[in-house]
């Protein structure tokens, strides 16, 4: 299984990037995808998660209204779309999978793969 995050960038405080993350090497859509993120200093947290099976995306208090998370079966791409971004959202973004559907999904510990961060900065 592999994981490739990407589309990271330096954007300025009310704009918009996009997420993707490429998933292969999964045998079945039973598994789910969560975006996390580490800002300089800071533990990971959880950001959003969606599940390849179910329609049930969820979401950080601090994405809420703003992040959108969205797949792509036929491709097994999972994007996440950050609108009115501000400074405070400038991190490392990581996607990660999890066999089945986590229980906790904004938990790092529910995941077993994780690719490689992308860097979003936020900043005028």
């Known amino acids: 299984v592999q994981l490739q995050a990407s589309g990271g960038g330096l954007v300025q405080p009310g704009g918009s990037l996009r997420l993707p993350c490429a998933a292969s090497g999964f045998t079945s859509d039973d598994y789910g995808i969560g975006w996390f993120r580490q800002a300089p200093g800071k533990e990971r947290e959880g950001v959003s998660y969606?599940?390849?099976?179910?329609?049930?995306?969820y979401y950080a208090d601090s994405a809420k209204g703003r992040f959108t998370i969205a797949r792509d079966n036929a491709k097994n791409m999972v994007y996440l779309q950050m609108n009115r971004l501000k400074p405070e959202d400038t991190a490392i973004y990581y996607c990660?999978?999890?066999?089945?559907?986590?229980?906790?999904?904004?938990?790092?510990?529910?995941?077993?793969?994780w690719g490689q961060g992308t860097k979003v900065t936020v900043s005028s």
């Open positions: 969606i599940s390849m099976r179910y329609d049930s995306p």
């Open positions: 990660a999978a999890a066999w089945g559907s986590p229980r906790w999904v904004l938990q790092r510990d529910e995941y077993e793969f």
